[in-house]
Each structure stands twice: as structure tokens, then as C-alpha cells.
């Protein structure tokens, strides 16, 4: 198995998991240039707050869009749009990456906010 494979394996386990539970899930995707982070529905149906490193507000600084600044930003942005809908609480699918560097800075500045996992 080569690395795409093994992390799609792991993806496809935690969003088994996930809609198990039943609640909204935080799901992020990684370049490396950009990362993006979007709240859907349990079942996957609709989008309810999307944000990424390249929204107008985030393009300000071109130094930190791909870096773990940028993720920090990217994850402030979406707690704040996810708490301004009224979600306090989701389960966080980290698309099979490994939880370090850019993905864990953007939970853990999703979490400052006050959003939930």
C-alpha cells in the first residue's frame, strides 16, 4: 500500500465512526500550498460553514496561507462562523492525516474559540 491508500483507509474509518454518531462533522483537506476546512451535516448532505486559507481576509498576509499560521487562522475563522449558526459541538475528521502540524493547529485554534469536538 503506498501513502494515498493508507490515508484514505484511515479516512474511510473515521467517517464510518463518525456518522455512527450522528453529529456534524469538521472536516479538513490539505494542499501544500493551502488547507481548508468546511462543517457539514451528519450525513454528509450539506455544507453549513466552509473556510480556507484562501478567503479574502486570509490573503492579506501571503506569508502564512500554507504554513501552520495560516491553519491557525483558517481554524479561528471556522469556529467563528460555526459558532455565529448556533454550532457548538462536532466531530472532527481530520481525512485520514495524521493529527500534528497543520491539522492539529487547526483543531487546537478551533477549540480556543470555543468549538467543541
Same mark, same amino acid.
Given at each position: ?15 464510518? #465512526? ?8 469538521? &472536516? ?5 500550498? %493551502? ?5 457539514? #451535516? ?9 473556510? &480556507? &486559507? ?22 479561528? &475563522? ?21 493529527? %500534528? ?17
Amino acid at each position: 500500500m503506498d501513502k494515498k491508500s493508507r490515508r484514505l483507509k484511515r479516512a474511510k474509518r473515521i467517517r464510518k #465512526t463518525i456518522r455512527r454518531l450522528g453529529i456534524n462533522r469538521l &472536516s479538513v483537506f490539505r494542499t501544500p500550498r %493551502h488547507i481548508y476546512a468546511q462543517i457539514t #451535516t451528519a450525513d454528509g448532505a450539506k455544507v453549513l460553514a466552509a473556510s &480556507s &486559507s484562501l478567503d479574502r481576509t486570509m490573503r492579506m498576509d501571503e506569508k502564512s496561507m500554507g504554513n501552520v499560521e495560516g491553519a491557525r487562522q483558517v481554524g479561528i &475563522s471556522i469556529a467563528e462562523k460555526a459558532l455565529a449558526i448556533g454550532i457548538t459541538a462536532v466531530a472532527f475528521d481530520r481525512a485520514g492525516y495524521k493529527y %500534528h502540524g497543520r491539522v492539529k493547529a487547526l483543531a487546537e485554534a478551533a477549540r480556543e474559540k470555543g468549538l467543541r469536538f
